[in-house]
């Protein structure tokens, strides 16, 4: 159901997003060695492509085909190398503790009883690992019009900052103004809501 229907939303424009990378995630990783990073619903790749030219092994997995085919054309246009995974998060049983980041930017994952996707992202990082999990601040009640699409049934980065034991340490947890990137359809949210937490070596 969630391919279908973001293959649904993506078919419906040529690009949907701005092409280029996040603020909070320019932001967070300035500090950052690179090594290996996971990138969370790549969407169109424009994040796993400026990691890629940053130094960055960029793994990206995504749970749309469309998005995943126009994000491999615009890598190979940029002439970097990423690793894709067409697959759904949890579905994608990615190795565990692996990464050294772990970023997931406005990820729509869906919720369900027993946190699985919650612990995937958490599974997936490294010992001494970041984990960045980046979302619209004050949305998560909010329903779209005339779509599927429900804030309602999506992990909030509060939900998995519930699961961090003291294996974690929490480095960001604050809402901060979005760096807006010029057109794309996320254009028109204001604030983001930012959780950084290292896993302890
Ligand atoms: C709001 S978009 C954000 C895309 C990208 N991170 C960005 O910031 O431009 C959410 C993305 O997550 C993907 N997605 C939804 N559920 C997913 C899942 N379970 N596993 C992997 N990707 C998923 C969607 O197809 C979509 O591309």
């Known amino acids: 159901m969630t391919e279908a229907q973001w293959d649904q939303r993506y078919s419906e424009f040529e690009q949907m997003w701005s092409g280029a990378p996040n603020g909070a995630l320019v932001v967070e990783v300035a500090g950052l060695t690179p090594g290996r990073v996971l990138d969370v619903g790549c969407g169109e790749g424009a994040d796993a492509i400026w ?13 749309s085909g469309i998005a995943l085919g126009r994000a491999a054309q615009h890598a190979a246009d940029a002439n970097v190398a990423v690793h894709w995974v067409h697959a759904g998060l949890v579905e994608a049983a ?51 019009e005339g779509s599927s699409f429900n804030n309602a049934e999506f992990v909030w980065p509060r939900m998995v900052a519930a699961l961090l034991d003291d294996e974690w340490v929490i480095e960001v947890d604050e809402v901060r103004p979005r760096a807006v990137p010029e057109g794309g359809a996320g254009a028109h949210h204001a604030d983001d809501v930012i959780l950084r937490a290292r896993r302890r070596p």
């Not at 990691?51 to 749970?63: D, I, M, P, Q, R």
């Open 94 to 144: 990615l190795p565990p503790a692996s990464f050294d980041l772990v970023s997931a930017q406005y990820p729509a994952l869906l919720q369900t009883p027993d946190a699985a996707a919650e612990r995937a992202l958490l599974d997936a990082v490294a010992l001494g690992g970041v984990l960045l999990l980046v979302h619209h601040a004050g949305m998560e009640d909010h329903r779209h």
């Open 51 to 63: 990691l890629a030219a940053n130094g960055w092994s960029v793994t990206a997995v995504e749970v």
